[in-house]
Nanobody, 120 residues
Framework: VQLQASGGGLVQPGGSLRLSCSVSGTIFKINAEGWYRQVPGKQRELVAA???????NYADSVKGRFTIFRDNIRKTVYLQMSSLKPEDTAVYYC???????????????WGQGTQVTVSS
């Protein structure tokens, strides 16, 4: 299972951006998918996650501003970010965990990361 993240860029404070994570491969079951972010010198942190059943959870710092959702037909997970702040600047990574339907074993895959910069 492979993930391809896209959608990062430079945006002004208060602006919006949508990140996309395209998932390829044969998936029997999705346990959870999520978006994480990392700034230099700090640990990677969970921003938002969505379970296979559609339940979501968010970091306190992004609640009410970010939304994670999945398009099962396009096999893509999105992170809609609004009211962006300079402190949201980071490299954003997508993650997917579940059961690989071709190898019949668990997988835990990461996208390559996409830079989000919030600055005027």
């Amino acid at each position: 299972v492979q993930l391809q993240a896209s959608g990062g860029g430079l945006v002004q404070p208060g602006g919006s951006l949508r990140l996309s994570c395209s998932v390829s491969g044969t998936i029997f079951k999705i346990n959870a998918e999520g978006w994480y972010r990392q700034v230099p010198g700090k640990q990677r942190e969970l921003v938002a996650a969505i379970t296979g059943g559609g339940s979501t959870n968010y970091a306190d710092s992004v609640k009410g501003r970010f939304t994670i959702f999945r398009d099962n037909i396009r096999k893509t997970v999105y992170l809609q970010m609004s009211s962006l702040k300079p402190e949201d600047t980071a490299v954003y990574y997508c993650n997917s965990r579940g059961v690989d339907g071709s190898r019949w074993r668990n997988y835990d895959s990461w996208g390559q990361g996409t830079q989000v910069t919030v600055s005027s």
